[in-house]
């Protein structure tokens, strides 16, 4: 079964950073790209970067650059997001998804269950 | 950045109705537009990618079109589990952005 399954609650103080994790399994880690997006509550989906299947290129929303590092381990078949300097505004639901598709027409057809992070002094 | 504005923003209807979401770019994304529906409490779920195309296990009631800066969603024959918030987004060009979402409710 193709599924991406990712850590847990995490509750946090202002100016403190929070590192969710994805796994995957049930397909082959390697040759996929994966997306972080999030959601705060109530709110619309927001993107927030991007990895190659390599790793060794990302790509991130202008929102969050200098505060965001996307990074994955292929020995654990897990993809990292972690977000730096935190503020309540930084309180959501973190998704990780996979891309499908050609290169021209890439889609999110896997998504992660969701990871709770609250900013909270 | 690529602008996703979708319309309505919400809607109400009935089970057995036609429902048409529309989402436009503020520039030309060809066809590299997907559909997702998210119920309260999910993640969301993929049901088109590049504008038209049906995401493998969704219902036949859910179409979608258009290219260039325009697109549609139609789901014919509203059904009770088709009640959710509806987004498009645009994978064209990073970064990957969202339409604002449409809620579908009774």
């Known amino acids: 079964q193709v599924l991406l399954v990712q850590s847990g609650t995490e509750v946090k103080k202002p100016g403190a950073s929070v590192k969710v994790s994805c796994k995957a399994s049930g397909f082959t880690f390697r040759n996929f790209y994966f997306h972080w997006v999030r959601q705060a509550p109530g709110q619309g989906l927001e993107w927030m970067g991007v990895t190659n299947p390599g790793g060794g290129i990302t790509t991130y929303a202008q929102n969050f650059q200098g505060r965001i590092t996307i990074s994955r381990d292929v020995s654990t078949a897990t993809v990292f997001m972690d977000l730096s300097s935190l503020t309540s505004e930084d309180t959501a639901t973190y998704y990780c998804a996979r891309e499908y598709g050609t290169a021209w027409a890439p889609s999110l057809d896997i998504w992660g269950q969701g990871t709770l992070v609250t900013v909270s002094s | 950045d690529i602008q996703m504005t979708q319309s309505p923003s919400s809607l109400s209807a009935s089970v057995g109705d036609r429902v048409t979401i529309t989402c436009r770019a503020s520039q030309t994304i060809t066809s590299s537009l997907n559909w997702y529906q998210q119920i309260p409490g999910k993640a969301p779920k993929l049901l088109i990618y590049?504008?038209?195309i049906l995401q493998g296990g969704v219902p036949s009631r859910f179409s979608g079109s258009g290219s260039g800066t325009d697109f549609t969603l139609t789901i014919t024959s509203l059904q009770p589990e088709d009640f959710a918030t509806y987004y498009c987004q645009q994978t064209y060009r990073t970064p990957n952005t969202f339409g604002q979402g449409t809620k579908v409710e009774i």
């Open positions: 590049a504008s038209s």
